[in-house]
Each structure stands twice: as structure tokens, then as C-alpha cells.
């Protein structure tokens, strides 16, 4: 259904206006298919064996590994840089228990499409942590106020670039299709 008044439309074309020309642009689906590893919690399985002595040494970022990817627009990049000089420390140090900020990077090469300039990395110790971080995001904390405001440089228009992808170490993958 158009939201053009019948009314005007016929007052219009008693008066000789000239009618925008219909369009038609085609529809370019995107299909995404499921995860293909169902999420494990390395410290319940076998699989976890040594796992606290890897994720201690940073061998592994996390028994789970979140990747943000957007882009900021261009006028904001300088902004945005500053103002990670002056809180990336501060994100780190109040992230909640068994949640750990992992940066925020700039992005020199990709041969991903439309996944953005710039990813944010979070890790994970366990799952329960991935619901602790959502928790604390609703909890009014210095962490929520700085994830809220790191999040605020993202473009939000339409089209913006964005990915989000979530890693697992292959040790506790069990494969799927």
C-alpha cells in the first residue's frame, strides 16, 4: 500500500503534475547458515585439561572469543582514537569477573567484505561469563558506561559495515554438518 492521499494524487494529475516514475530495484538475499560447533564450556569437559595454564599464558584468548567488526565514520576516527587512549585501560580493568577485554584494532587488510575497519575483541573463561558480561551491561556499572560509550562511535546508518564473530578453541569443537 503507498502512503500517497488518492485526493492530491488525482488533484495531480488534473493539473498536469508530473508523477515520480515507479522503480524497481532487485532484492539481493543473503542467506547465513548456522554455526556448524555448537558452543562447549572448556572447564567441564575433558577437552578443558590444562586449559586454566593456556588462557594464563595467553596461548588461548578464551575458552570463547567474541569479535565485534564495524566501521566509525571518518570524521569520528580521531575522536574515537583519543578517546581509547584514555579508557581501553579502564574497559580492561572493571570487565567483569572471567571476562576480558582484548582491544580494539584497527583493521590494515581483509579480504572480508562489509565486516568494518575496526574489530573490538572480547574473551570469555566460560559461558556463564558470556551472561555475567550481558548482566553487567544492564547493571548501570563504569564497565556498562564505557562499553555503551565505545559502542556510540559505531556508524549506525544503513549499510554501515558491521560483523560479529564468535570463536572456540577446536580443542572442545564437535563438528556439525
Known sequence: MSNIDPTRL????????????????????????????PFCDLLKHGEGEGIDQLLGSSTLLGALVI???????????????????????KIATDAPYEVGYR?????SATSEKRSGLYRTIWS??????LQTFSDAMHDGSNFATLVNKLCSYRDRERGADNSQQMYQPVRCAHRFG
Open 10 to 37: 488525482v488533484s495531480d494529475l488534473i493539473a498536469g503534475e508530473r508523477l515520480t516514475t515507479p522503480t524497481v530495484k532487485p532484492i539481493e538475499p543473503e542467506v547465513r547458515s548456522g554455526g556448524f560447533f
Open 67 to 89: 569479535e565485534w567488526g564495524y566501521d566509525v565514520p571518518f570524521d569520528k576516527h580521531d575522536e574515537f582514537k583519543k578517546w581509547l587512549i584514555d579508557n581501553e585501560a
Open 103 to 107: 582491544g580494539t584494532y584497527a583493521v
Open 124 to 129: 570469555f573463561k566460560t559461558l556463564e561469563a
